[in-house]
């Protein structure tokens, strides 16, 4: 595939896999692996492995087309790319998508294939690098949910880090966890043992489930 810089300019609309609705807007930055959209007034951060379709959209419907502002310096577009683009959110607020649900937090520190996003409603969520489809960055003074900073203090996991997510679901063995946000009930139980990448959870029912780490979204703690 030839560099996505050769959409720059375009008003698109695309889907990514696990995302149930399209993503509108006009291609302003593009690298190698991650390409930047502004659409619905926010500039939307694409890793471009989850890219399924897109098509470049008529100028009849594109009707409500905006002037698009300066993007946050802070988030430093150039030579853009997926983990740079990481970096520079650690610590904004954020809206982070996962397997089509969404996040509403602060990346709090980035591994080598994960990274941690403190969520008030979740607290710690360690999410695979792989499996995050995009992440929107909010202006420096914004706050979940219009809570006073004093009211939202980030706590941090009482876990130490580990550099991979293999090694950090290690770390949890013998805890009750939460897997892919609890989005399938089985997904949720205690976290008996990690062998050759295959999860083993047992069920509140005393049954073992087994699972692929390929398949592991995200896991937080109850």
Sequence with gaps: MKSATIWLGKIV????????????GEVIDAGEDMMVVYGNQRYIYVPLHHLQTMRFMKSEENSNHVDVPAP????????ISYRKVLMNARGKFSEISIGGR???????GIMNDY??????????????????????????NSRP???DHQHFPIQPSSISLSR??????????GE??????????????????????????IDAEG??????LSHIQTIHLP
Aim: aromatic fraction near 10%; charged fraction near 15%.
């Design 13 to 24: 609309e695309f889907e990514l896999s696990g995302c149930k609705l399209p993503i509108q």
């Design 72 to 79: 946050d310096p802070e988030m430093d577009h150039d030579n």
């Design 102 to 108: 969404t996040l509403h937090g602060y990346i709090t």
């Design 115 to 140: 990274f941690i996003f403190y969520s008030p409603l979740h607290q710690s969520v360690y999410v695979s690098i792989h499996h995050l489809k995009y992440i929107i960055p909010s202006p420096s």
């Design 145 to 147: 949910f219009a809570m």
């Design 164 to 173: 991979t997510l293999d090694q950090q679901l290690l770390k949890m063995a």
């Design 176 to 201: 009750l966890v939460i897997l892919n946000l609890g989005y399938k009930p089985e997904q949720t139980g205690l976290l008996k043992n990690i062998n050759n990448k295959l999860l083993e959870v």
């Design 207 to 212: 049954s073992a489930r087994f699972m692929h």
